[in-house]
C-alpha cells in the first residue's frame, strides 16, 4: 500500500511555538504534498517538494523530504492560532496513477 | 490555471434514496480524478480513480459506483444509500508525473438519515 502515515495524529500548542507534523510512506515518490484542511472543509494545497528536492521553505512552513527513510516534515514556525487545522500529507507514487492521503495529524494552537 | 466544481455543498438524504454527485474540471485536459472519503474526525480516503474517460478503478468495496461520462466530469453515485455513507466528499484532480499539486473541490458534505 502507499499509504502515507502522519505523526503524531493530534498535536496541541501554545501560539508562537513551533509545530512539526512528520509523514513517513514506503513506496518510491515522483512528489510528496502537504495540505490543510479547517473544520472538515475543503483542502488547501501549502507545498509540493519533488523527489529529488530536499528541503522547501514557504513563509512560516519548512518541509523537508529525506527519501531514504522514506518520510517528510512539515514544520510550522511561530505558530497562530489560525494554523489550527488539519495537515496531510498526499503522496504521488510512481507506480500508480493515484495519490494517497495519510490520517492527518490534528493540529490544536491554544492562544 | 484548474477549478474544480463539485455540487452540491451539503446533501441531507434518507437511507435507501440514490445518490449523484457531480464534479467538473476546467482549465485541463485528460486529468486523473479522485474521490475520496472523510469520516467524521478521521482521514481523507480514497473511493475511485480514474485515469480516462470510462475508466474506473475502485479502491474499497463499497455501496458507492463512480462514472466518467466525459473528460472533465466526474459522478459518485449510489443506488440505496445506507447509514455509513455519510460523511465528507472531495473531487480531486491531478496531473500525475507533471510534478503539480493536486486541485480539490469544496467538498459535499452528506448525511444520510
Known amino acids: 500500500s502507499q499509504q502515507g502515515e502522519e505523526d503524531p495524529q493530534a498535536l496541541s500548542i501554545q501560539e508562537g511555538e513551533n509545530a512539526t507534523m512528520n509523514c513517513s510512506y514506503k513506496?518510491?515518490?515522483?512528489?510528496l504534498q502537504w495540505y490543510r484542511q479547517n473544520s472538515g472543509r475543503g483542502l488547501v494545497h501549502l507545498i509540493l517538494?519533488?523527489?529529488?528536492?530536499r528541503e522547501k521553505h514557504s513563509g512560516r512552513l519548512r518541509v523537508t523530504l529525506d527519501t531514504s527513510k522514506k518520510s517528510s516534515s512539515l514544520l510550522i514556525t511561530a505558530s497562530r492560532a489560525a494554523d489550527t487545522a488539519s495537515y496531510f500529507c498526499f503522496i504521488e507514487g510512481t507506480s500508480y496513477d493515484k495519490v494517497i492521503f495519510g490520517p492527518g495529524t490534528s493540529l490544536s494552537v491554544i492562544p | 490555471s484548474q477549478t474544480i466544481h463539485q455540487w452540491p455543498a451539503t446533501l441531507v438524504q434518507p437511507v435507501g434514496s440514490p445518490l449523484s454527485l457531480e464534479c467538473t474540471v476546467e482549465g485541463t485536459s485528460n486529468p486523473n480524478l479522485y474521490w475520496y472519503r472523510q469520516a467524521a474526525g478521521r482521514g481523507l480516503q480514497l473511493l475511485f480513480y480514474s485515469v480516462g474517460i470510462g475508466q474506473i478503478s475502485s479502491e474499497v468495496p463499497q455501496n458507492l459506483s463512480a462514472s466518467r461520462p466525459q473528460d472533465r466530469q466526474f459522478i459518485l453515485s449510489s443506488k440505496k444509500l445506507l447509514l455509513s455513507d455519510s460523511g465528507f466528499y472531495l473531487c480531486a484532480c491531478g496531473q500525475v508525473r507533471v510534478n503539480t499539486e493536486a486541485f480539490f473541490g469544496q467538498g459535499t458534505r452528506l448525511t444520510v438519515v
Open positions: 513506496t518510491s515518490i515522483n512528489n
Open positions: 517538494i519533488r523527489s529529488n528536492e
